[in-house]
């Protein structure tokens, strides 16, 4: 079975079109009595150019779950697709290309090459695959990330808010199925964080990015259209449109 042909089999995604999706995947770390279920069983759909939030208190898994969607680790039953195709049948290298080619990340660490410019960090994927940046796409990305007078710049000399920004660009040049973001804004202070958070909606909006963010801050979760909870390894509520205020008393909730 090819694994196009698995993407449209019964346990498939309903929507073909979510740029993300996830049927009942779980991941246990470890074997025997030091078994760690980290993931039980969670389903959902990323649809195209969709901003959610995945939040949840520390150890309910998060990480795990986007690592599995993302094809960064494996999950240890269920299904994880990009775009339609279910990642989680693909050998090593056809994963590695799907990481490549189909996904782009940010971390909280920005994971910028210091001897590298802003433009040739961010052209930094497309060159390893062999790719030519889309100049429209290139010019788009840019001008929505307001980098164009950085691009010459190598990161140490750029703020931390600009070396993210840039760490951006690099993963939405690839014009990606979906950028996992994890914690985008823990290394930043709130006014450089809130015009991140501006910057990843808009990419939304005006590129039609599909984005999905790891986050414990209900203010970075309310700049999404969405906010999943986790708690012990399940998807267990979901706040469309959310506030700050309606993901705090979410959170609260599920602490109670
Ligand atoms: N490599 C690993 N080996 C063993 N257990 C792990 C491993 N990674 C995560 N876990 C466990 O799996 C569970 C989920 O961890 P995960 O990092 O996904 O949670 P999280 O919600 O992202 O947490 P945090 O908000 O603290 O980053 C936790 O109980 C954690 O201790």
Same mark, same amino acid.
């Given at each position: 079975m090819t694994a196009h042909s698995s993407a449209v %089999?019964? #346990?498939? /995604?309903? %929507? $073909? $079109? #979510?740029a993300a999706a996830a049927r009942d995947l779980t991941k246990t770390y470890g $074997?025997? %009595? $030091?078994?760690? /279920? *980290? !993931?039980r069983g969670v389903t959902a759909d990323f649809g195209r150019a969709t901003f959610t939030a995945v939040m949840g208190p520390s150890g309910s898994g998060k990480s795990t779950f986007m690592h599995c969607l993302a094809g960064l680790d494996r999950p240890t039953g269920g299904h994880a697709y990009i775009g339609g195709q %279910?990642? #989680?049948? !693909?050998g090593d290298r056809e994963l590695t290309r799907v990481r490549r080619d189909r996904v782009g990340f940010v971390f909280q660490s920005f994971n !910028? &090459? /210091? @001897? &590298?410019t802003a433009e040739q960090n961010i052209l930094l994927p497309l060159d390893l695959a062999g790719r030519r940046a889309d100049p429209a796409r290139l010019a788009a990305v840019v001008g929505s990330l307001a980098i164009g007078d950085r691009l010459g710049h190598r990161p140490a000399e750029l703020s931390g808010g600009q070396q993210q920004r840039v760490a951006i660009a690099r993963a939405l040049v690839t014009e990606p199925e979906v950028v996992f973001a994890d914690? /985008? @804004?823990? *290394?930043?202070d709130s006014h450089t964080a809130a015009t991140l958070l501006s910057f990843l909606r808009r990419s939304c909006r005006e590129l039609g990015q599909t984005i999905v963010m790891v986050t414990h801050d209900p203010i970075a979760a309310s700049y999404a259209d969405r906010a999943l909870l986790l708690s012990d390894g399940l998807i267990v509520d979901e706040l469309r449109e959310p506030t700050a205020d309606a993901v705090l008393g979410a959170m609260r909730r599920l602490a109670a």
């Open positions: %089999d019964r #346990s498939g /995604p309903r %929507d $073909t $079109t #979510s $074997t025997g %009595d $030091t078994a760690v /279920p *980290a !993931l %279910d990642i #989680s049948v !693909l !910028l &090459l /210091p @001897t &590298l914690e /985008p @804004t823990g *290394a930043l």
